[in-house]
């Protein structure tokens, strides 16, 4: 069997983001930005980020003969991940997000092309058969049960990830996914429509309860992050940085918490370097132009 760090699952795309602009277009409108970047996101930040913090990461997930495809390939390889697992077809797979950062927020426009014909629970499922792994991290898809089932089964450490759609947020089985779980880090917004509570704290609370073995970590943005100590909420404070752009800061945030307990820190400073890894990826445009390595880590933050 293969033996890795981090096993990463799910969507792989490619970003565009455009920034630094004074307003947003209205129909039929064209306005030019100042910034602007083509780069790879989803869970390529949270895979690109273990890899430069010294970890031993692969991939699993799908992509075809397309430029997208290819550029994500290439990317994943540079950056040292392990690609043997992700599966690739004949036609495209294109995965697109373009984000627009305005007024120091983002929205963001994806598409995505189907799988034809393919069980890619099952063919997840096989990887999983072939590797030896301390951490699953995977996207918290309807598909994800069965194979946090095969992790639990093997005491790996579940890490989950969830993408925004409000449907699947407010689902009982997103709740059964987060008790099977061992970490759990979404934002703000997701944890407060996944329990229907307006405050962090009442939403950590609830998150707490589905289960309280969970690692569950609220991200706040420019605030930080919370999360339990016992019976005790703590606090920390997030990096002082000037902020670029937010895209796939939380999945590179994902990538320090993973490093951090896989090297035997104590939560309180697992999050820490979750938030230092995040407050590096914020200076840059995309999750990974500016996130860290390991050395700068060392220098920086161990010192």
Same mark, same amino acid.
């Given at each position: 069997?293969?033996?890795?760090?981090?096993?990463?699952?799910?969507?792989?795309?490619?970003?565009?983001?455009?920034?630094?602009?004074?307003?947003?277009?209205?129909?039929?409108?064209?306005?030019?930005?100042?910034?602007?970047?083509?780069?790879?996101?989803?869970?390529?930040?949270?895979?690109?980020?273990?890899?430069?913090?010294?970890?031993?990461?692969?991939?699993?997930?799908?992509?075809?003969?397309?430029?997208?495809?290819?550029?994500?390939?290439?990317?994943?390889?540079?950056?040292?991940?392990?690609?043997?697992?992700?599966?690739?077809?004949?036609?495209?797979?294109?995965?697109?997000?373009?984000?627009?950062?305005?007024?120091?927020?983002?929205?963001?426009?994806?598409?995505?092309?189907?799988?034809?014909?393919?069980?890619?629970?099952?063919?997840?499922? /096989?990887?999983?058969?072939?590797?030896?792994? =301390?951490?699953?991290?995977? +996207?918290? %898809?309807? @598909?994800?049960?069965?194979? &946090? !089932?095969?992790?639990?089964?093997?005491?790996?450490?579940?890490?989950?990830?969830?993408?925004?759609?409000?449907?699947?947020?407010?689902?009982?089985?997103?709740?059964?996914?987060?008790?099977?779980?061992?970490?759990?880090?979404?934002?703000?917004?997701?944890?407060?429509?996944?329990?229907?509570?307006?405050?962090?704290?009442?939403?950590?609370?609830?998150?707490?309860?589905?289960?309280?073995?969970?690692?569950?970590?609220?991200?706040?943005? /420019?605030?930080?992050?919370?999360?339990?100590? =016992?019976?005790?909420?703590? +606090?920390? %404070?997030? @990096?002082?940085?000037?902020? &670029? !752009?937010?895209?796939?800061?939380?999945?590179?945030?994902?990538?320090?918490?993973?490093?951090?307990?896989?090297?035997?820190?104590?939560?309180?400073?697992?999050?820490?370097?979750?938030?230092?890894?995040?407050?590096?990826?914020?200076?840059?445009?995309?999750?990974?132009?500016?996130?860290?390595?390991?050395?700068?880590?060392?220098?920086?933050?161990?010192?």
């Amino acid at each position: 069997m293969a033996n890795y760090d981090v096993i990463v699952c799910g969507n792989i795309s490619v970003d565009i983001i455009f920034s630094d602009f004074k307003k947003f277009p209205g129909p039929g409108e064209e306005i030019y930005c100042d910034q602007f970047e083509f780069t790879c996101g989803g869970l390529y930040n949270t895979a690109v980020t273990l890899s430069r913090l010294g970890l031993k990461v692969a991939i699993v997930g799908v992509v075809g003969n397309d430029i997208l495809s290819r550029f994500v390939l290439e990317n994943l390889e540079k950056e040292g991940v392990f690609v043997e697992f992700l599966k690739v077809f004949d036609y495209p797979m294109q995965s697109l997000s373009v984000a627009f950062n305005y007024e120091n927020d983002r929205s963001i426009i994806s598409y995505e092309d189907k799988v034809k014909n393919f069980d890619m629970e099952a063919y997840i499922n /096989s990887v999983m058969d072939k590797v030896n792994t =301390n951490v699953l991290h995977i +996207s918290a %898809t309807k @598909m994800a049960e069965s194979t &946090i !089932d095969i992790a639990n089964k093997r005491n790996i450490l579940v890490s989950i990830d969830v993408s925004w759609d409000e449907e699947w947020l407010r689902s009982l089985k997103l709740k059964r996914i987060i008790k099977k779980s061992d970490l759990f880090t979404p934002n703000l917004k997701e944890a407060l429509i996944i329990t229907g509570e307006e405050d962090g704290k009442k939403a950590l609370k609830q998150l707490r309860l589905l289960n309280s073995n969970n690692n569950v970590i609220v991200k706040l943005g /420019s605030e930080g992050a919370i999360y339990y100590d =016992n019976d005790e909420i703590v +606090s920390v %404070t997030a @990096m002082k940085t000037k902020v &670029i !752009d937010t895209t796939g800061a939380g999945d590179v945030f994902a990538g320090g918490v993973i490093t951090g307990l896989l090297k035997k820190f104590e939560l309180k400073d697992a999050v820490k370097l979750g938030n230092y890894c995040g407050g590096y990826s914020v200076r840059g445009l995309g999750g990974t132009q500016t996130s860290p390595y390991w050395n700068q880590v060392k220098d920086e933050f161990l010192h």
